[in-house]
């Protein structure tokens, strides 16, 4: 329920920038079908340049509410394909606690299962992408990730091929979902390689490895997105490195087992490491010929958080790419973050291989969740799993209730690989092992003894006191933070509908085949509720082409005219916050606009729009080139007539608090067609030569309609 209260609040409506895209290709999957889709090619964004959409989208998310809507209509339930959309990724959330379930069962029991699935549920930091309208990637994603370490720790359990075969279907649908399959990409060979290495391979582990290599390798390819980057590209080095190194290990410990027990362990090991580092070397030695591409920068942005800010300021722009703070945590999480310490400890005192994997996968997403704010949807799940295991050994403890499933925390005899060794290795590791489990024995009856029934009560008390304040956040978090959609704004004069009246009226107003210029960000809502050519959009893989809108919005008027001409621009749209207080608008992000179109075209320089202390202003002290420049002026355009609040001075941007610098703007070259209520957003038409100077100013709240041209 608590997913649904933007539907209940607002209406039923696609949020955020990305799933405009999503709900735009999954209407012409339905429309058009399977095939059209894979070779569709839109030449409506990106102009002049066009987009092979079907080689570059991950198609799973279509393709399940395709199904989805197909199978509805086979009921007689005949539902728009735009409410399929607002409404699967709840269900699949669904799908997640389930799955959260199982996970959380593997590991430990029913009871941690429940609690996973109680926290998963209801946790902010998996909402925040899985509520009613936020059609993207990863809230199907996030299922297939949780379901694919369910099978794949199942399949290390039993040693079955099917399961193991089941673990590459499912990671053959996250692939086919989220480019950030490269996560389960890496941790499951790095779960493997952290097992033979402390002595734990097994024929289990040896099949389920070598049939999920196989299956999830042939699998992943027939994503055209992927394709033959699964053997072309540096973020698959570990599967094909472990693999290797997996199938070495088994043949040495095979040949060297028919060897006498006196040079058996010397010959294994000198054999695992020569062949180890020449495989190594193999594969770097093609990432540097070239057949293998080098590492993205996003890979060693995810390593050196100052990165993408050196190097690729498109990557930096973006606010989900930044470092997360510490409120970023107990916002989205709360007291999971607490807990997940203590599910850590307890993993680690009964460790095995689910555990091992577990802990892995929490203390990596971890570390990869404070680079990035946007990988806490990979940590949430970890939390939740984790933290479960936490809460329920210690209601355990408190409750005193004896657990028959903590008695795994040494190694068997079939999970010792005693082909590698020999006589005497295997007695030393008899004699050690007896030592453990006397200890442990010792240690377990002091674990048991009941505690004092005060403490008891106040574990048990103070456990379920933090369990009901989670829920009370969580619950809070949900309808305050993120059950707003992005194009509706909410105030206290109302709902602020900007957006939504500003795009349908280029939709009304404007020719068919109209071009329209305006920062990436707002480039698949135009598409989507438009239906008006772009220039650049929301998928950013031309660097260059986003650097010539850069360039545009930083030159002078005269300059950025001879850029709109040359990429036959009809209309310029900005987003402008100085009115309504709207921080999220083209001002603010005008900066990354210059850092992006210098890194192209080195006339412009970050420092010119500076003042001379050095600081971001767009007040008196504002610089030349910043006054000068395009974004400014069709920003601030008439607004030095407007007074915002009866206590304010003209022209004051309620945003940057304080009054602007440049009041008297002209135009020459580009004439105001529409601004809608809250000059939220800004619409201009690019003048023909032969109209200079024949333009009218536009009254305040009225619109011009614009002539088709």
Not at 403 to 430: E, G, Y
């Amino acid at each position: 329920i608590c997913r649904f209260y933007s539907v209940i609040r607002f209406e039923s409506v696609i949020h955020e920038f990305d799933p405009w895209f999503n709900y735009r290709a999954t209407r012409y999957l339905v429309a058009e079908g399977l095939y059209d889709f894979l070779n569709w090619f839109d030449e409506t964004a990106w102009y002049p340049l066009g987009r092979i959409v079907g080689g570059t989208v991950y198609p799973g998310l279509m393709l399940t509410a395709g199904v989805a809507w197909r199978l509805l209509h086979l009921l007689n339930l005949p539902i728009h394909i735009r409410e399929v959309c607002v409404f699967i990724i709840p269900w699949m959330a669904s799908n997640t606690t389930l799955a959260a379930y199982f996970l959380a069962k593997e590991i430990k029991d029913s009871s941690a299962g429940l609690l996973a699935a109680a926290f998963i549920g209801i946790v902010p930091g998996y909402i925040s992408r899985s509520v009613a309208g936020s059609y993207d990637y990863e809230g199907v994603a996030i299922c297939a990730m949780i379901v694919t370490y369910t099978l794949w720790l199942r399949a290390v359990r039993l040693g079955s091929i099917a399961y193991a075969s089941l673990v590459a279907l499912s990671y053959f649908y996250m692939v086919a979902s989220w480019g950030g399959y490269v996560f389960v990409t890496n941790i499951i060979p790095l779960h493997v390689a952290l097992l033979v290495l402390l002595g734990r391979h097994t024929a289990r582990l040896h099949i389920a490895y070598t049939t999920f290599y196989i299956l999830g390798t042939l699998l992943s390819m027939q994503v055209f997105f992927v394709n033959f980057r699964v053997v072309e590209t540096s973020d698959h080095l570990a599967t094909h490195g472990v693999f290797a190194l997996l199938q070495l290990y088994a043949a040495v410990a095979y040949v060297t087992s028919r060897l006498s027990p006196r040079h058996r362990r010397a010959l294994f090991w000198a054999t695992v490491v020569l062949f180890g580092a020449l495989i190594a070397a193999a594969l770097l030695g093609a990432v540097y010929l070239g057949y293998i591409a080098p590492f993205s920068g996003r890979f060693y942005a995810m390593f050196d958080p100052t990165y993408a800010s050196k190097y690729i300021p498109i990557i930096a722009s973006v606010s989900e790419h930044q470092p997360t703070v510490w409120t970023s945590y107990f916002f989205d999480t709360h007291v999971l973050i607490l807990w997940f310490p203590v599910g850590i400890y307890h993993l680690y005192a009964r460790l095995n291989d689910a555990r091992l994997f577990l802990i892995l996968y929490g203390l990596l997403s971890c570390y990869f969740s404070g680079v990035m704010v946007r990988l806490m949807l990979v940590l949430t799940p970890a939390l939740c799993v984790v933290g479960a295991v936490g809460v329920s050994y210690t209601l355990d403890r408190a409750l005193v209730r004896n657990n028959d499933n903590d008695n795994d925390n040494t190694v068997d005899d079939d999970d010792v690989d005693t082909t590698s060794v020999d006589a005497a290795d295997v007695a030393a590791w008899a004699a050690f092992d007896a030592r453990v489990r006397r200890r442990r024995t010792a240690r377990e009856s002091r674990r048991r003894a009941s505690p004092p029934w005060d403490v008891r009560a106040t574990m048990v008390g103070s456990t379920v006191a933090l369990l009901l304040f989670y829920t009370v956040h969580c619950t809070w978090v949900t309808q305050a933070a993120y059950s707003s959609p992005s194009i509706v704004i909410q105030s206290g004069a109302g709902v602020i509908d900007d957006f939504r009246e500003s795009y349908y009226w280029l939709r009304k107003n404007t020719a068919e085949t109209s071009r329209v210029m305006s920062w990436w960000d707002y480039g698949y809502q135009l598409a989507g509720m438009a239906n008006r050519t772009t220039l650049v959009d929301n998928n950013t893989w031309n660097n260059t082409h986003i650097a010539q809108v850069g360039l545009a919005m930083a030159s002078d008027e005269v300059t950025a005219y001879h850029t709109l001409r040359r990429l036959d621009v009809d209309y310029v749209l900005v987003v402008f916050g100085g009115v309504l207080g709207y921080s999220s608008d083209d001002i603010n992000k005008f900066l990354w606009m210059v850092r992006i179109g210098g890194g192209v075209y080195p006339q412009i320089k970050e420092r010119d729009y500076y003042t001379a202390q050095g600081a971001y202003s767009v007040g008196a002290d504002a610089s030349p080139a910043m006054r000068k420049s395009l974004m400014y002026k069709l920003c601030y355009y008439r607004f030095g007539d407007l007074q915002t609040h009866p206590s304010l001075p003209a022209g004051y941007d309620r945003v940057r608090q304080t009054e602007i610098g440049e009041k008297s703007i002209k135009l020459t070259h580009l004439e105001e067609v529409y601004t809608s209520e809250h000059w939220l957003v800004r619409i201009y038409r690019v003048l023909p030569p032969s109209s200079f100077g024949k333009r009218k100013a536009l009254p305040s709240g009225k619109q011009l309609k614009a002539s088709k041209s």
